[in-house]
């Protein structure tokens, strides 16, 4: 069993109070079964292609390990990421680090990883990436970003694909590539239109595909894959339909059309997103006019989406016994009117109420902050009957674990 979707209501309710209780809140919690049942689906809608997870979405050991052992390749966007990969175990010749106007520091990483396992692939999306990759004397696995000139999204700060910052123009591809094949080992071609592709987005991703079909044919060099990057969206609200995973492979499949090389897409959030929950603890209910303000101890610093999108996240109590539903405005301790989840129909909060926020498992925990000089969350991970801490909470320690008594010069 396998649904396309999990909404809150499946989770259980007790054994998420049970970890609220031994860990505390906020508290992520990732379901790796569940991570497992996505990545099979992925899969089995690609059966000739590369799924390549993209680690940005949750780099949590055991997520990256999971993913590995299940088979996916690993995307990475940084050198900390490829470090966290390789840490969890994945393979070299499955990481693909995406440079995207890379930090010396990265690149020196990078090839240094690449001296020792000539495996990894380096993705390249400007002609400066290339030149300087030359100029550390790497000549191993390199695959070219293109800008395909379509984009898509849930919010403009996500769609990338006709964004200048990523990728070369796709009319400079053909050129750069065969220069590109004089010094490295031109593996691949890449793009990626952006995230939470859904509905009628679905078309610019197809656009995407078919240039990307249309440049591989054009090119002589002989590529490995064709990779036409993530943005598998999810349904965040109640009643929306996940996407038909099956239908958007073959949609794909065809607008790629006749290509030697291996198809790959890079899902991220699709993987991990509806695998987590956030869990938060209600400390605050105060009428405020009409309104019903209730106070959360998870805020814009441990779920930053709702502050940076408007995204929406369900919420689901999970406050036990009959209660009137009321009309509620969930809000985070952080100092900034923006600190707010939304307005939810809940049974009438009280103090003390542990409240699961849904599809944090993607983009959740990546994108806390110390903001406020708040220590981030933990992470707690549960494998069937099992359950265990990826990443402890921090302490306020940790918070000021960087700070020095500063030596003037
Ligand atoms: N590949 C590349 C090159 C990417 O830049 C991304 C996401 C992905 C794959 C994976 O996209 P996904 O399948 O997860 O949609 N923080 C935002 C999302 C930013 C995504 C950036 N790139 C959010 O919370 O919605």
């Given at each position: 069993m396998n649904p396309p979707v999990r909404r809150l209501a499946d989770w259980d309710a007790a054994r998420l109070a049970g970890l609220a209780d031994t860990h505390g809140t906020?508290?992520?919690?990732?379901?790796?079964?569940?991570?497992?049942?996505?990545?099979?689906?992925?899969?089995?809608?690609?059966?000739?292609?590369?799924?390549?997870?993209?680690?940005?979405?949750?780099?949590?050991?055991?997520?990256?390990?999971?993913l590995s052992d299940a088979g996916a390749g690993i995307e990475c966007a940084s050198a900390g990421e490829v470090e966290r990969a390789l840490a969890a175990g994945c393979l070299p010749e499955r990481v693909q680090y995406t440079a995207v106007n890379p930090p010396e520091a990265d690149l020196d990483y990078a090839v240094s990883i690449a001296d020792d396992h000539p495996e990894l692939t380096i993705t390249a999306g400007a002609e400066d990436t290339i030149d300087r990759l030359a100029e550390r004397g790497f000549s191993g696995r390199l695959c070219l970003r293109v800008n395909p000139g379509v984009g898509a999204g849930h919010h403009e700060k996500v769609s990338t694909g006709a964004n200048a910052k990523f990728g070369v123009p796709i009319e400079r591809a053909p050129d750069l590539l065969d220069k590109a094949d004089e010094r490295f080992d031109v593996v691949g071609i890449h793009a990626h239109a952006g995230s939470g592709i859904s509905g009628e987005d679905l078309a610019a991703h197809r656009e995407l595909v078919s240039r990307m079909g249309e440049l591989a044919r054009r090119t002589d060099l002989?590529?490995?894959?064709?990779?036409?990057?993530?943005g598998f969206g999810v349904p965040y609200r109640e009643g929306e339909e996940p996407l038909d995973l099956q239908a958007v492979a073959?949609?794909?499949?065809?607008?790629?059309?006749?290509?030697?090389?291996?198809?790959?897409?890079?899902?991220?959030?699709?993987?991990?997103?509806?695998?987590?929950?956030?869990?938060?603890?209600?400390?605050?209910?105060?009428?405020?006019?009409?309104?019903?303000?209730?106070?959360?101890?998870?805020?814009?610093?441990?779920?930053?989406?709702?502050?940076?999108y408007g995204a929406h996240h369900g919420i689901r109590s999970l406050a036990e016994?009959?209660?009137?539903?009321?009309?509620?405005?969930?809000?985070?301790?952080?100092?900034?009117?923006?600190?707010?989840?939304?307005?939810?129909?809940?049974?009438?909060?009280?103090?003390?109420?542990?409240?699961?926020?849904?599809?944090?498992?993607?983009?959740?925990?990546?994108?806390?902050?110390?903001?406020?000089?708040?220590?981030?969350?933990?992470?707690?991970?549960?494998?069937?009957?099992?359950?265990?801490?990826?990443?402890?909470?921090?302490?306020?320690?940790?918070?000021?674990?960087?700070?020095?008594?500063?030596?003037?010069?």
């Open positions: 906020p508290l992520y919690v990732q379901d790796l079964d569940r991570v497992r049942e996505n990545y099979a689906r992925m899969a089995a809608a690609f059966p000739e292609g590369r799924v390549m997870y993209a680690a940005k979405a949750n780099t949590a050991k055991t997520v990256l390990g999971t002989d590529l490995e894959f064709v990779d036409v990057g993530g073959r949609a794909t499949r065809e607008a790629l059309g006749e290509v030697e090389a291996t198809l790959a897409v890079e899902p991220g959030r699709y993987l991990v997103a509806d695998a987590g929950v956030l869990l938060t603890r209600v400390n605050t209910v105060k009428p405020a006019g009409e309104e019903l303000v209730v106070g959360v101890d998870a805020g814009m610093t441990t779920l930053a989406r709702p502050a940076i016994g009959e209660r009137e539903t009321v009309e509620a405005t969930v809000t985070g301790p952080i100092c900034e009117s923006g600190d707010v989840f939304g307005e939810y129909d809940l049974p009438a909060p009280e103090r003390g109420d542990l409240l699961a926020v849904g599809n944090a498992g993607a983009y959740g925990y990546e994108m806390a902050s110390q903001y406020n000089s708040r220590p981030r969350p933990a992470t707690v991970v549960v494998d069937g009957e099992n359950s265990g801490v990826d990443r402890r909470r921090e302490t306020l320690a940790d918070v000021t674990r960087l700070e020095r008594e500063v030596t003037w010069s």
